[in-house]
């Protein structure tokens, strides 16, 4: 393809480039094997000395033409698959990261990633400081560490709407010598590409509006090729220094840019193994065809319905950076001037009762534990998403007692606001 092509063209026609004869639409390769004639084509594969398909959870055709496809989209140098957006982010903090390190990050992310960067991750050895996504660059330097690796945040939180001002850390996290890493999820690279405000490596669960049907549960990570590893070479020994597990190959100088990910790949998943199935990749491949159609009418939606939830007389208030009102609304118009994503936040004037009765009332509006699908849904994260955090935790990522989250679909926006008005009377 032409690297010329706009994010439409690429949405359709990325990735996938068949030859005569080939299948027009991207096969799926469900195969664990892929055949070689002979034992040294293999033992080169396995060295890393050539490039090929040899075992699936290291690389599969179909898993690496949506890697190619979805790197297109973010302007990146290479991407990785994995099973999860959970997968995603644990493989993208670990590929920099070991036991006695140390990371920043915005404490307004997604309830599951809080919990893996605050908990579980420090049980493996690694410390995690979270920081309010509104921190001054002062108070974001404060936090870091000799031992300190990278800075995370998300472009758009899940669900608490934070709007990252990515130029402010991208300038934080380079002035300490370290990458910045953000999860680009609800935004899709449709409506902002970190890499242009200056960050290195993002990441995405892809179950949200990259597949967008609710069907396959998935991640990536994106490498922007930007981030100079051998010019803080001491900070990451796993990237700059000998790879014993590959007869002492060092990952910077052997693969220059694509060094995050070849490490992800050839280490990570080869020991750890959290891949996508084929088939699930040529699911979420047939989600990347329409992403660019649908993330503005999501958009669109979400807007007409927060204008409507904001004027309700039962609503206490809502947050949604489309809206005028919204403390991000200057900040998002200068990331995203196409708008954010279709998710919305909102509290009732009333008890934690009544916001779960109105939501028991909706009648095609559905509660699941899901976001960022066709399919308008509603969740109440106190008592689903984050239940496992403590009130103070909760306040910390931005997620008061009372916040509804509202994914707004591609439905007519007529229906969806007629539904929330007979549950709301």
Known sequence: MDKKHNLGTVCVQGGWQPGNGEARVLPIFQSTTFKYSSSEQMAKLFDLEESGYFYTRLANPTNDAVAAKIARLEGGVGAILTSSGQAANFYAVFNLCEAGDHFVCSSAIYGGTFNLFGVTMKRMGIECTFISPTASEEEIAAAFRPNTKLLFGETISNPSLDVLDIEKFARVAHEHGVPLIVDNTFATPINCRPFEWGADIVTHSTTKYMDGHATSVGGAIVDSGNFDWEAHAEKFPGLTTPDESYHGLTYTKAFGKNA??????????????????????????????????????????????????EKHPKVGWVNYPGLESNKYHELAKKLMPDGTCGVISFGLKGTRQEATEFMDRLKFIAIVTHVADARTCVLHPASHTHRQLSDEQLRE?????????????????????ADLQQALS
């Open 260 to 309: 995050f990910i070849t490490k992800a790949t050839a280490q990570l998943m080869r020991d750890l193994g959290s891949i996508p199935s084929p088939h699930n990749s040529f699911l979420l491949n047939l989600g990347l065809e329409s992403l660019h159609l649908r993330v503005p009418r999501h958009c669109e939606n979400a807007l007409k319905v927060a204008q409507w939830l």
């Open 397 to 417: 990522a931005g997620v008061p007692a009372d916040l509804v989250r509202l994914s707004v679909g591609i439905e007519d926006s007529a229906d969806i606001i």
